[in-house]
């Protein structure tokens, strides 16, 4: 794809490209916003270097792409702004976020479009996050076994996560639960993505529990696959935007004790379908 | 199923029956013959007390259901090829059958039934477990009942046996053939799982970790005890099993003491053997 105003300068084949050219913390005008949608269509999550961005800043960027949505474990929020996550590890950390393969609260009835997150300090080494292409994922598996899933729906449980974790405590509602589809269509690119994840995915509905058993540790082990992914390094001001719909990642945390900090906003996202 | 010339005592309600009133050293009468097939379509496997065979009227038995088969492997001393002695002492580093299996199913026409007739044995141990692949069909989701319908696996001797020093009679390696992974059995209509772990090596058209994957799911299923019967010998006791629908698995828990038998496998007949 020819790009006027940014320059994309691609990670992998299939996911991943660095955008230069781009200064988030003033409004993208319409031609420069339009490339940088297309380029998150395209490589699925996009980096951005040497940012300097407030907590509204980073909001309007976000808004751009769609509606803030608060994170339903937000109680770790800067002051005065719900729709900001804050992502923090350091010396006393007991976990932290995304330490496995996931999608971004896929447990929602309506699963973020995207999330869009800003480390202001990272250690000299360590915490890159890997991110890997459920549309890959999804064009590796067999015909048969594309035929099987694309009829097939999956339960997607946030309290495993969420109590067994994390400890916060539910809701009115209780912790977030869902079902979607195992195979899901990605509403802009029209493309097919798998949509199963370690974190939150419990069973495939119309199984019996060894049969989801066996196919959900097989769809996760693939999901892992090298090929389908990239691994970003981070600097100090870096930013990621993920395409949540089409894309897991995995925050290494091989950096303990060392201090890692920054902010996530998450861009509401519609039914999968 | 009301019998007149026999008696049938079942072991469990999917699988396994015990049948007393036959002599089988002796030809059956049209009618036995008949009840015995129907209790055998009935039970998957039927167990006789107290027999005593030579070896032609164990063969002559069997010849009632098809013709006989020479197995595959290449004896270790020359013997009657249509008697497969299964013997296990204090020198065995194997035995026959420790695995969860239908016999012989990497041929193209894997064996309609054996009849095992085992005439020593240890006080206890050496039991054999039976399992329904009806049962292991039926028990199957309705959504993975589909999928597998449509799908073939692959069979092959030369993964199992090879390793384990066994060599092909004729040729110079085992078969290796691809069968259905649901089949329909050519009597009774009813439909089963037709993957063993022994020869089972992949599901045609899937990937390798998408065939792992199932096969790892349906061999671990197929070892549901619900489905099972379990056996116990006592000398001179005989067991005659559908291969079609029945998988089995001889417990070795005797070792060193000995276990010595003899084994007749019939063929299936290719006109009635649906694909």
Request: hydrophobic residues 35%; negative net charge; aromatic residues 10%.
């Amino acid at each position: 794809m020819a790009y006027q105003t940014i320059e994309v300068t691609k990670l992998t084949p299939h996911i991943g490209a660095e955008i230069g050219g781009v200064d988030l913390s003033r409004p993208l005008g319409n031609q420069q916003f339009q490339e940088v949608h297309d380029a998150l269509m395209e490589n699925l999550v996009i980096f951005f270097r040497d940012q300097q961005l407030t907590h509204d800043q980073h909001k309007d960027f976000g808004r751009r792409f769609g509606n803030l949505v608060a994170h339903p474990a937000s109680r770790h929020s800067p002051a005065g702004h719900p729709e900001i996550l804050t992502i923090h590890a350091d010396e006393n950390s007991k976990h932290v976020a995304g330490e496995e393969w996931h999608s971004d609260v896929s447990c929602d009835a309506t699963p973020p479009m995207g999330s869009i997150l800003y480390l202001t300090e990272i250690p000299e080494t360590g915490g890159d996050t890997l991110f890997a292409s459920m549309y890959a994922a999804y064009d590796r598996l067999s015909q048969p076994m594309k035929a099987f899933l694309d009829g097939l729906t999956a339960t997607h449980d946030g309290e495993p996560v969420y109590r067994g974790r994390f400890g916060y405590q539910p809701g009115e509602k209780g912790f977030p639960r869902a079902e979607h589809p195992v195979v899901r269509t990605h509403p802009v690119t029209g493309r097919k993505a798998l949509f199963v994840n370690g974190n939150f995915t419990t069973g495939i509905n119309g199984l019996t529990k060894p049969e989801s058993d066996a196919l959900l540790q097989m769809l996760c082990r693939h999901a892992e696959t090298p090929e389908f992914q990239c691994r970003f390094r981070w600097q100090p001001n870096s930013v990621a935007f993920w395409d949540n719909r089409c894309v897991q990642h995995h925050a290494m945390w091989d950096y303990y004790p060392q201090r890692r900090h920054g902010y996530r906003v998450t861009i509401e996202g519609d039914k999968p379908f | 199923m009301d019998y007149q010339t026999i008696e049938v005592t079942k072991l469990t309600p999917h699988i396994g029956a015990e049948i007393g009133g036959v002599d089988l050293s002796r030809p059956l009468g049209n009618q036995q013959f008949q009840e015995v097939h129907d209790a055998l379509l009935e039970n998957l496997v039927i167990f006789f007390r107290d027999q005593h065979l030579t070896h032609d009227q164990h063969k002559d038995f069997a010849r009632r259901f098809g013709r006989l088969m020479v197995h595959p492997v290449k004896p270790r001393a020359a013997i009657d090829p249509e008697i497969t002695p299964i013997h296990a002492d204090e020198n065995s580093t194997n035995v026959a059958g420790e695995d969860w299996h239908t016999d012989l199913s990497f041929s193209a026409v894997p064996p309609m039934g054996s009849i095992l007739y085992v005439q020593e044995l240890p006080p206890v141990g050496g039991d054999t477990l039976f399992a329904s692949m009806y049962a292991a069909y039926d028990a199957l989701s309705p959504a993975m009942k589909d999928f597998l319908s449509g799908l073939t696996a692959i069979h092959d001797g030369e993964a199992r046996f090879r390793p384990i020093g066994l060599v092909p009679r004729e040729g110079d390696r085992f078969a290796q053939t691809a069968h259905p992974i649901v089949r329909t059995h050519p009597l009774t209509g009813r439909k089963l799982v037709f993957v063993n772990q022994e020869f089972t090596t992949r599901i045609e058209g899937l990937s390798r970790n998408e065939s792992d994957a199932l096969l790892k799911m349906l061999f671990r299923h197929i070892e549901t005890p619900e489905l099972q019967c379990r056996f116990r010998w006592r000398q001179n006791s005989v067991a005659f099993w559908d291969n079609r629908c029945a998988q089995h698995h001889a417990i070795w828990d005797y070792f060193p003491q000995r276990r010595h038998g003899y084994r007749v496998t019939i063929e299936d007949d290719p006109a009635r053997h649906r694909v």
